[in-house]
């Protein structure tokens, strides 16, 4: 069976980090295309994959036999190019947030299925190894019933250069609700169930910010659990990854899922111990005095991949409804407009 030829737009972090290493580690994919118009980051694809056609604008896309595309290009841009190719008939990848607003979301969902042409999000924390941990947990009943759910995306970088993540106001998909708050949401929904927002604090802290980057929200499971939700890029002191608070017992973790920095150091997905995290990283679970150490599961961030592959083949459900991305997306729009 022939790899699925596949085109990634836009070799930024989402691009560069998140994706072309992965189509082009598994042989379900061939790497057919980047597209970039940025000269450095040309002679980057150039030089990682010298295979790789690089392009600099849509319309040379479109004259190529695709499969796939992968959008990872700033938000605003998102729901103006998923049309495009679902208009062509090509299947649809396309990077977190899915959308700017929920409306050009459930548009999209709309056309694909109308189309009959796949279309899915890229919402890979659900593959990181401390959320599967945390998943495993709860399966197991090692918790019992949970009342209180803390999730962090934290760290320090004040010095943060300019990106859509910065320089873009909320209004147009810019800010850490739509960067971070886009998996702390998931992950909470995937958890939990749906949710309503009860109460949050945006902050823009950094100069020069054209949106918030400092953001706690809570969230009302209709299954009675309370989300906190952190979300900070000017944490000088960070609190742990995930607390899990039950009638049982307690989990509590630290640290971030190792996939994305060993991504950044240009780790392959397919090198020896890529995801797994050392012992001295795991959390604990049980009651201050008596806890023990919970090995975390493997991180696995080409799952996602291989069960698109599948999906695409075999027409098995995609990795991630879209339609779960739509609904993080009315809550994010919920909360900046309180």
Request: aromatic content about 8%; glycine content about 10%.
């Amino acid at each position: 069976m022939r790899p699925l030829r596949t085109a990634v737009i836009g070799f930024g972090t989402a691009g560069r980090v998140f994706h072309a290493p992965f189509v082009d580690a598994s042989p379900d994919y061939e790497l057919a295309a980047v597209m970039t118009g940025n000269e450095h980051r040309r002679a980057e694809v150039r030089t990682r994959y010298p295979g790789t056609e690089v392009v600099a604008g849509v319309d040379a896309l479109l004259d190529r036999e695709l499969d796939l595309v992968v959008i990872g290009s700033p938000p605003e841009s998102h729901a103006e190019l998923a049309h495009t190719f679902l208009d062509a008939g090509v299947a649809v990848v396309v990077d977190k947030p899915f959308t700017v607003t929920s409306a050009q979301g459930r548009e999209l969902v709309e056309k694909a299925g109308r189309l009959g042409v796949p279309l899915t999000v890229f919402q890979n924390r659900r593959w990181d190894g401390d959320f599967r941990t945390v998943r495993r947990l709860l399966a197991d009943g090692a918790l019992g019933t949970v009342w209180r759910f803390e999730s962090r995306f934290e760290w320090w970088k004040p010095d943060r250069g300019s990106s859509w993540k910065t320089g873009t106001p909320a209004a147009e998909g810019g800010g850490i609700l739509y960067d971070l708050g886009t998996h702390v949401i998931d992950q909470a929904l995937r958890l939990f169930g749906d949710a309503v927002p009860a109460y949050h604090e945006l902050f823009t802290r950094g100069r020069g910010g054209a949106a918030p980057d400092d953001a706690f929200v809570v969230l009302e499971h209709d299954t009675g659990v309370v989300s906190h939700l952190w979300m900070n890029g000017l944490a000088a002191r960070t609190g742990p990854r995930f607390r899990v608070l039950g009638s049982r017992a307690g989990f509590t973790k630290h640290g971030l899922d190792p996939q994305e920095a060993a991504l950044r150091d240009n780790a392959r997905p397919t090198d020896e111990g890529f995801g797994h995290e050392p012992e001295p990283a795991w959390g604990t679970l049980g009651l201050d005095g008596a806890t023990e150490a919970v090995p975390t599961e493997p991180g696995r961030y080409a799952e996602f991949y291989a069960l698109l592959a599948t999906a695409l083949r075999d027409s098995t459900p995609m990795p991630v409804d879209p339609a779960d991305s739509v609904r993080v997306i009315e809550l994010i729009e919920q909360i900046l407009l309180a």
